[in-house]
């Protein structure tokens, strides 16, 4: 069982950067690959970033065409924490952040996910 808590939401103006962690429970973190997803209003819930777990490929991380060179996904497995840093932010970056545990190599969808946080509302002002 694996407990998610994420924070470091906020209000932030388009351009500015943002810091999502996700604090997990259980000392079996650094074998689960995570995951962040977000959800706008009226939208499903889409894809960000993973990280692989540590071993096998490493921690290898994926993103989103949306993010790719504005967002980082990365974790440190000594404080069970993983962390989304978000730059460049743009009005369409706002949605409720959610962060997520697997099984599995480059998990993109969110039915490879078996536990999942509560979220945390990110809103960017143009």
């Known amino acids: 069982q694996v407990q998610l808590v994420e924070s470091g939401g906020g209000l932030v103006q388009a351009g500015g950067s943002l810091r999502l962690s996700c604090a997990a429970s259980?000392?079996?973190?650094?074998?689960?690959?995570m995951g962040w997803f977000r959800q706008a209003p009226g939208k499903e819930r889409e894809f960000v970033a993973a990280i692989n777990w540590s071993g096998g490929s490493g921690g290898r991380t994926y993103y989103a065409d949306s993010v790719k060179g504005r967002f980082t996904i990365s974790r440190d497995n000594a404080k069970n924490t993983m962390y989304l840093q978000m730059n460049s932010l743009k009005a369409e970056d706002t949605a409720v952040y959610y962060c997520?545990?697997?099984?599995?190599?480059?998990?993109?969808?969110?039915?490879?996910?078996?536990?999942w946080g509560q979220g945390t509302q990110v809103t960017v002002s143009s």
């Open positions: 997520a545990a697997g099984r599995g190599y480059g998990l993109r969808s969110d039915r490879e996910y078996e536990y």
């Open positions: 259980g000392r079996t973190f650094s074998t689960y690959a």
